[in-house]
């Protein structure tokens, strides 16, 4: 399995190295899923010297060891975890992701608010409407690339909304997202680099003319009776713009694909809506996936491996919703399936803090389709293709509909 030409730390055993890397897992371009649940049949806990993003990381394959890791942040770090800032030189914060706790909890204070079911039902009308604008762009052609005309412009122009961005910048955020996320190491720290100066832009411009808005909130706000530094402002921002975007185009793209490829399926939820939320908890739990990064604060003892101050993990919430030890047939999308206790949103300080968000998204992007579009199915002759890290995703997803 080991590749000559990868680096190996002394303390790591041969015997529980895996070369694999999440982004070009065999069998992910048709069906991720199965590919990444493949390495459940690996030791529970292996080295990947070239697993996440390049770095060598250890991977746990149960969910009772992900969970654990991802509950334990004195043992597990987020600092640094993502490293955009670090693309191009600097070095502030993702905030909260990449604050540990106890320092993590204010921010989660101060942010918490705008994020629960109550903020979100604010936010109702605002992407109702996106997502109608959305499908009557494509309703009448009969068919459409799902991902390029709906999974991911969606997501970002309900960002754009939230936070009080123009529209006219739409196309401008679109490509630095894409950038960002699946450019080569240039492209990405220029639009890291790019999307921060953006965000001090924007910034500025709302501390001199405050609009009802998320980006005037956090211009306003004050932590420990202080106002944050732009630093702080940016990184909060910066990290809304990347979680709430491939994460939400992933988790359609998936659900879409899943009801076109599956007719039967399709019809018994468009009939029968309350079945839908169960169908996006089916979803989230077996057709997302995150490899999240987390860095070991001291050297210890983990499930029998010697771990050393400063390994890396990746957390794969694929692995822990796919681990049969909790859920039977765990690939099988089952709407009668009685608990679900997935965590696609992740577990531990760091559950995700715009899931009551990314549930609504979902629930109206299905309601809207089923209402204003007749069953589809993917076009003749045409595969969805799809990638598997560190964000699994639907690249592509032609379908048809209507005669
Ligand atoms: C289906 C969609 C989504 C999924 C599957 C998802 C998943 C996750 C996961 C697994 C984490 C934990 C990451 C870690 O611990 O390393 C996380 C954190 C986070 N998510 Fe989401 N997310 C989604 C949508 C969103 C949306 C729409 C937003 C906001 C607008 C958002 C904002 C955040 C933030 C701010 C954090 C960091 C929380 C903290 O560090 O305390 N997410 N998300």
Known sequence: MQSP???????????????IQFETLPGATDDPHKALRQLRDYP???YAPRGHIGRGVWIPTRSRIIREAFQDAARFSSHQNAGFSAMFGEAWPLIPLEI??????????????????AGVQKMEGKVRARTVDLIEKVRGNGGCEFQK???????????????????????????????????????????ARDIRDFMVEFINERSRHPQD???????????????????????????????????????????FRELALDQTLQTRVRTQPEARANLIEEILRARTGIASGRCATRDMEFY???????DRFALSTTLAN??????????????????????AFAVGPHRCLGSHLARRELRIALDEWLERVPQFRVKDGERPKCSSGPVLG??????????
Request: charged residues 20%.
């Open 100 to 117: 540990d706790p106890p320092e993590h909890i204010k921010w989660r204070v101060l942010l918490n608010p705008l994020f629960t079911p």
């Open 213 to 255: 808005d998320l980006a005037s909130f956090i211009v306003n706000s004050q932590l420990d009776g202080r106002p944050l530094t732009m630093d702080e402002k940016q990184g909060i921002l910066f990290l809304l713009f990347v979680a709430g975007l491939d994460t939400v185009a992933s988790a359609l793209g998936f659900l």
């Open 149 to 191: 005309e709906f999974g991911g412009p969606f997501p970002i122009s309900i960002f754009m909304e939230l936070v009080g961005l123009p529209m006219d910048l739409f196309d401008a955020f679109l490509s630095m997202e894409d950038g960002l996320l699946r450019g080569d190491a240039q492209t990405q720290a220029q639009c």
């Open 322 to 343: 796919l681990d049969e030890e909790e859920f039977g047939d765990p690939l099988d999308i089952d709407l009668d399936r009685q608990v679900n206790r997935h965590i």
């Open 44 to 46: 529970e806990l292996f």
């Open 304 to 310: 029998g491996v010697q771990i050393k101050k400063g």
């Open 5 to 19: 030409t990868v680096s190996i730390p002394n303390h790591v055993p041969a015997h529980l190295v895996r070369d």
């Open 394 to 403: 639907v690249t592509y997803l032609p379908l048809v509909w209507g005669s």
